[in-house]
């Protein structure tokens, strides 16, 4: 005999896990980030049922062979301890700015990383109260939207057809004016993309070829901005756009296309921007943000059959 909490998002309030020895999460990427979210520092054991339109997290679980039956019908596989990424707001010391350098035309400023006092190591269970977890992906500028802005009512009718549309418009040049800072490497300018991910895969595109599941790392891929607005500048963001996605990224490079492996980074941009968390709406405010890739404390189980 189990005693249990039904809850229905968004309509119930946001559950407490305080107190439960497992939590189970039948929905798609989203609606297992804000769980996970919840749950990631505690020990507990996580089954989630995956019922999503694209369950990125769940294929990607799949791809490293670790794939889970229910239970009740045999061939169980034991849940592991998986790697999230975490986002927090960072402090600015005051009185600081950083101006974009050959960026003449933009306006306002961007505060950057090595203006930022040192920051103290936050574990797992001190998470800042402005922190954001991600299960696989956190990501803004082109496409990411469709994340998103695609109604779960289509979704529900169309499946992954539901995004065509949303792909189409989204299709334009992009314009982030931002700075990150990876330790080792900096990379400053106009981006068309910015994308820290855990996964083999995004957006239903396989293109991750360096993932590694059991590392305490994610990757960074950004796109740099096209020369030209308007049809000119669609045409030339398809080629970057085709190689990171369609043909995939297994080196690291810098140009263009950057692709990096890392473990934590510091980005800033001076305006709000909308990210996509996990296929969820976040807006980042300007300023420093420190990315970090974390082991989770739960034991997260993907249910493949039920």
Request: glycine share 12%; net charge positive; aromatic share 10%.
């Given at each position: 005999m189990y005693d249990y909490t039904h809850c229905t998002l968004p309509d119930d309030p946001d559950p407490n896990p305080q107190g439960y020895d497992a939590v189970a999460i039948c929905g798609g990427d989203g609606t297992l980030g804000s769980i996970l979210g919840k749950v990631y520092d505690k020990a507990i054991d996580v089954w989630y049922?995956?019922?999503?339109?694209l369950n990125d997290k769940a294929k990607a679980e799949?791809?490293?062979?670790?794939?889970?039956?229910?239970?009740?019908?045999?061939?169980k596989k034991t849940g592991k301890q998986v790697i999230?990424?975490?986002?927090?707001?960072?402090?600015?010391?005051?009185?600081?700015?950083?101006?974009?350098?050959?960026?003449?035309?933009?306006?306002?400023?961007?505060?950057?990383?090595?203006e930022l006092p040192l920051q103290t190591e936050t574990y797992v269970g001190t998470q800042n109260e402005n922190s954001k977890l991600f299960t696989y992906v956190?990501?803004?500028?082109?496409?990411?939207?469709?994340?998103?802005?695609?109604k779960v009512s289509v979704?529900?009718?169309?499946?992954?057809?539901?995004?065509?549309?949303?792909?189409?418009?989204?299709?334009?040049p992009h314009r982030i004016y931002a700075k990150i800072d990876c330790g080792a490497m900096c990379f400053e300018g106009e981006f068309n993309l910015i994308m820290f991910v855990k996964s083999p895969r995004c957006f239903g595109f396989k293109f991750n070829k360096a993932y590694d599941s059991e590392s305490n790392s994610g990757h960074l891929v950004a796109i740099r901005s096209p020369k030209h607005d308007g049809l000119l500048g669609k045409i030339e963001m398809f080629f970057p756009f085709f190689k990171v996605f369609f043909i995939g990224m297994k080196?690291?490079?810098?140009?263009?296309?950057?692709?990096?492996?890392i473990y934590s980074a510091t980005f800033t941009h001076s305006e709000n921007i909308d990210y996509c968390r996990d296929g969820?709406?976040?807006?980042?405010s300007g300023g420093s943000h420190q990315i970090k890739f974390i082991r989770s404390l739960c034991n997260f189980n993907v249910i493949e059959k039920f």
């Open positions: 049922f995956p019922v999503g339109t799949r791809y490293e062979d670790s794939k889970t039956t229910c239970p009740s019908c045999g061939g999230v990424g975490r986002c927090e707001d960072l402090p600015l010391k005051q009185g600081c700015s950083w101006e974009p350098h050959n960026l003449p035309h933009k306006q306002g400023r961007l505060w950057g990383p090595q956190l990501a803004t500028g082109a496409f990411t939207p469709i994340g998103y802005t695609a979704k529900k009718k169309l499946g992954v057809l539901a995004y065509i549309g949303q792909v189409l418009k989204e299709y334009k080196s690291e490079r810098d140009g263009k296309i950057i692709f990096k492996k969820e709406k976040q807006t980042l």
